[in-house]
């Protein structure tokens, strides 16, 4: 085995070398559901610490993924769906208006909260990225208070930017990601024309969805962050289907960022900055998804000390 070059870089550096100046956007406990919704929305993130304003304890994270996992537990079976789909879906919306976050953190149970500081190796954010762990708090060491998050795409961005085509970095840079063994499988598909809230059912278990047309054929994205946009006024949408849904709000996700096995890493990180994704499917000839590719893979892979 050689030595990974991503590693020594990670391990050398630290978290306040990808921090970057902004205001950190908190949600009150007592904040409902559907205000975070639309305030993840507006200021275009995926995540916010959630605090008690009574004792400025910090209860942990919100995001996306745990939304959809609460809209989930008082959504409505497929089958109750075909039976009575809109008076179902006004339920959700009601328990989603009325829900306070206190009650939300966390839901998913795949955001844990674990702060770290500014003088954390990039290996230590790395190695609990790798985990799973999408977006982690940065705190005062005295206060622990909030005062920056650092995502998973910092990571990816600080190592695109010594070029993975240059030095010692080809090394690892000029793999292609088949030969290291990533975007080989995982892939959750889903029929493009299935109704919004059948496919946030099969994101309880992955992070995104492949959509599929007639043919198999990849024909866009579903995911957790694809709902930002919603709040009780719009909840029967989850009704339409993800093509009608999707042009309306996420007109991106129809577009889905694509590799194949002989795509070198340096490749699948720039495409991933540059095009802003979390993750890229992997199609073969026949533009059908076998596998998919994630932050958390890359991730992964910078921080092992070998390849």
Same mark, same amino acid.
């Given at each position: 085995?050689?030595?990974?070059?991503?590693?020594?870089?990670?391990?050398?550096?630290? #978290?306040?070398?990808?921090?970057?100046?902004?205001?950190?956007?908190?949600?009150? $406990?007592?904040?409902?559901?559907?205000?975070?919704?639309?305030?993840?929305?507006?200021?275009?993130?995926? $995540?916010?610490?959630?605090?008690?304003?009574?004792?400025?304890?910090?209860?942990?994270?919100? /995001?996306?993924?745990?939304?959809? %996992?609460?809209?989930?537990?008082?959504?409505?079976?497929?089958?109750?769906?075909?039976?009575?789909?809109?008076?179902?879906?006004?339920?959700?919306?009601?328990?989603?208006?009325?829900?306070?976050?206190?009650?939300?953190?966390?839901?998913?149970?795949?955001?844990?909260? #674990?702060?770290?500081?500014?003088? @954390?190796? =990039?290996?230590?954010? %790395?190695?609990? *990225?790798?985990?799973?762990?999408?977006?982690?708090?940065?705190?005062?060491?005295?206060?622990?208070?909030?005062?920056?998050?650092? @995502?998973? $795409?910092?990571?990816?961005?600080?190592?695109?930017?010594?070029?993975?085509?240059?030095?010692?970095?080809?090394?690892?840079?000029?793999?292609?990601?088949?030969?290291?063994?990533?975007?080989?499988?995982?892939?959750?598909?889903?029929?493009?024309?299935?109704?919004?809230?059948?496919?946030?059912?099969?994101?309880? /278990?992955?992070?995104?969805?492949?959509?599929?047309?007639?043919?198999?054929?990849?024909?866009?994205?579903? @995911?957790?962050?694809? =709902?930002?946009?919603?709040?009780?006024?719009?909840?029967?949408?989850?009704?339409?289907?993800?093509?009608?849904?999707?042009?309306?709000?996420?007109?991106?996700? =129809?577009?889905?960022?694509?590799?194949?096995?002989?795509?070198? #890493?340096?490749?699948?990180?720039?495409?991933? #900055?540059?095009?802003?994704?979390?993750?890229?499917?992997?199609? /073969?000839? /026949?533009?059908?998804?076998?596998?998919?590719?994630?932050?958390?893979?890359?991730?992964?892979? *910078?921080?092992?000390?070998?390849?």
């Amino acid at each position: 085995m050689q030595q990974n070059p991503t590693y020594d870089i990670l391990h050398h550096a630290k #978290v306040s070398d990808v921090i970057t100046p902004k205001a950190v956007i908190t949600l009150d $406990s007592e904040d409902t559901v559907e205000k975070a919704v639309k305030v993840l929305a507006q200021n275009h993130i995926q $995540s916010a610490p959630v605090v008690n304003s009574k004792t400025n304890e910090v209860l942990g994270m919100v /995001d996306m993924l745990d939304i959809v %996992a609460f809209i989930l537990s008082v959504a409505p079976s497929g089958h109750q769906l075909s039976a009575n789909a809109l008076k179902t879906m006004e339920i959700a919306g009601r328990a989603m208006a009325l829900e306070t976050l206190k009650n939300v953190v966390d839901f998913s149970g795949r955001d844990p909260y #674990v702060p770290i500081t500014t003088n @954390s190796p =990039l290996t230590y954010a %790395a190695t609990l *990225f790798r985990q799973g762990i999408h977006r982690l708090p940065v705190v005062d060491e005295h206060t622990k208070a909030v005062q920056h998050i650092v @995502s998973q $795409s910092a990571l990816i961005r600080f190592i695109h930017e010594k070029d993975l085509h240059r030095g010692h970095l080809k090394e690892i840079g000029h793999k292609t990601i088949g030969q290291l063994g990533l975007g080989t499988g995982g892939v959750v598909s889903s029929p493009l024309h299935d109704s919004v809230v059948l496919h946030a059912l099969r994101t309880g /278990d992955v992070s995104a969805v492949a959509l599929v047309n007639d043919t198999g054929k990849l024909a866009g994205n579903f @995911s957790a962050t694809d =709902l930002k946009g919603l709040y009780d006024e719009t909840m029967p949408k989850l009704l339409d289907t993800a093509e009608d849904y999707l042009e309306k709000f996420s007109p991106s996700s =129809l577009k889905p960022a694509c590799v194949r096995l002989d795509t070198t #890493v340096a490749d699948a990180v720039k495409a991933m #900055v540059e095009d802003h994704v979390h993750r890229l499917w992997v199609i /073969d000839d /026949d533009f059908k998804p076998t596998g998919v590719i994630t932050m958390t893979d890359l991730n992964g892979l *910078f921080v092992n000390k070998a390849l």
